[in-house]
Nanobody
Framework: QVQLVESGGGLVQAGGSLRLSCAASGTIFSINAMGWYRQAPGEQREFVAQITSGGSTNYADSVKGRFTISRDNAKNTVYLQMNSLKSEDTAVYYC???????????????WGQGTQVTVSS
């Protein structure tokens, strides 16, 4: 079994910062990409940022220059530093990871339970 547990969400004023963390645990052989998605009320889940096992990053246009994704491979943890937050960043943020649980097991997508980020204007 694999679990992804997010932390770091909360309420912040516009212009402020938050740092999200997501730790993967369980039977893990290797982790490929890790990333963050978000879902605002009444909206579809959308891509925010991704980081590969080699450290290459990709961001949604809406967060470029404000958010930074990073990872600690030794801790199986991915982070999302969010600066200059706007009211439109308000959403539930979900961690995502592509994980293999054994040498002969294909990579699979796993999701965390989500953490609420609320930005007040």
């Amino acid at each position: 079994q694999v679990q992804l547990v997010e932390s770091g969400g909360g309420l912040v004023q516009a212009g402020g910062s938050l740092r999200l963390s997501c730790a993967a645990s369980g039977t893990i052989f290797s982790i490929n990409a890790m990333g963050w998605y978000r879902q605002a009320p009444g909206e579809q889940r959308e891509f925010v940022a991704q980081i590969t096992s080699g450290g290459s990053t990709n961001y949604a246009d809406s967060v470029k220059g404000r958010f930074t994704i990073s990872r600690d491979n030794a801790k199986n943890t991915v982070y999302l530093q969010m600066n200059s937050l706007k009211s439109e960043d308000t959403a539930v943020y979900y961690c995502n990871a592509v994980i293999r649980t054994g040498v002969t097991v294909p990579f699979q997508y796993y999701w965390g339970q989500g953490t609420q980020v609320t930005v007040s204007s």
